[in-house]
């Protein structure tokens, strides 16, 4: 909520240096939330679908403390497909750390679900262009490996 | 037909999937339903002061200022604000990308505005305080600060992998989208 009091005041102070200026800005941000639509709504219907499939319990299934070296490809490759909004990915991960899971397995899922994804590469494509997507999204898979190469030394 | 299905392939295949659920159990497809409006609710509420910050951010700041600040030459000077930006944010990754492109039609250098959108996605500061809480301090920082480095490294790496004239089409496409 802090955001809407920020741009509330800046708003206020543009106009007030300059009206015209302001307005013209208000119209700007308004097309760009426009254009940013027809990417949003296939994207979210999507990431609904996704999320009424793979439930926390589905994930914690795979991710058990026995799993080893394929919990950590199965959570690198779930983290990867999947889209979760931190407030419930986080907590989940900490579910799955109290119930046993291994570290290296929750942080690859983590990092990947944050990181890599498609949702980034559907907003990127259109965005950027098809190989910056594919760039990206695999540096930062290489990335999430990384991490869980350290958490799995430091943890191991 | 095939030209809107090749335009719109997610719309296509959530719908496609949508109706698989459909038939093999209903319920799903209300969650499914469920979930996707309540993000997009979510959205909504978050969305539009973002979106007024970038409308006025694009009518203030000029061009000279970002590519002083963030452009071909700002080192690491740019790479630090890229970072500041990303991690004062609020919302979803999704708004970050108009303004990445605002910032790229400015003349912002690539691989600080792909730095800014990495840094965005899993590094902003309210979501790395939710996640402490959650994970603990060592484990959650531990994690942050690889990504961290290797969000560095990325953002440098992948300009590298680009021609001159593919950075300029970003550029390019930036003006479109903006």
């Keep these: 909520m802090i955001i809407y009091g920020i741009a509330i005041g800046l708003t206020i102070v543009s106009a007030i240096i300059d009206i015209e200026k302001t307005k013209n800005g208000f119209k700007k941000g308004a097309k760009s939330f426009l254009k940013l639509m027809p990417v949003l709504i296939p994207l979210f219907l999507f990431v609904g679908i996704l999320l009424a499939v793979v439930t926390p319990e589905f994930i914690s299934s795979l991710l058990g403390e026995e799993s080893g070296f394929i919990g950590i490809v199965l959570g690198l490759s779930v983290g990867s497909i999947t889209f979760m909004p931190p407030f419930v990915a986080f907590p989940l991960g900490k579910e799955l750390l109290e119930s046993g899971g291994a570290y290296p397995q929750v942080a690859g899922f983590l990092v990947t679900l944050m990181s890599v994804g498609i949702v980034y590469f559907a907003a990127e494509t259109k965005f950027f262009s098809k190989k910056s997507a594919i760039i990206r999204n695999s540096v930062s898979f290489i990335g999430a490996i990384i991490v869980v190469g350290v958490v799995a030394v430091i943890y191991g | ?178």
Excluded: C, H
Excluded at chain 2, 156 to 176: D, P, Q, V
């Design chain 2, 1 to 178: 037909m095939m030209k809107f299905i090749r335009k719109n392939k997610f719309l296509v295949i959530s719908l496609l999937l949508l109706a698989i659920m459909t038939f093999v159990d209903v319920t799903l497809t209300y969650t499914a339903l469920e979930n996707t409006g309540s993000q997009l609710l979510d959205m909504l509420l978050i969305v539009p002061p973002i979106f007024l910050l970038i409308g006025l951010f694009d009518v203030w700041v000029d061009r000279e200022t970002v590519i002083r600040l963030m452009g071909q030459s700002s080192g690491i000077k740019g790479m630090a604000l890229a970072f500041f930006l990303g991690a004062f944010s609020a919302g979803p990754t999704i708004a970050a990308f108009p303004l990445a492109m605002v910032m790229l039609k400015k003349g912002a250098r690539y691989s600080n505005v792909l730095f800014f959108l990495m840094v965005w996605s899993s590094l902003k500061l309210p979501i790395v305080f939710f996640q402490v809480t959650q994970l603990g301090f060592s484990f959650a920082m531990l994690i942050n600060v690889i990504m961290l480095a290797v969000f560095i490294v990325a953002a440098l790496i992948s300009e590298k992998l680009y021609t001159k004239s593919e950075l300029e089409a970003f550029e390019k496409k930036a003006e479109e989208l903006s």
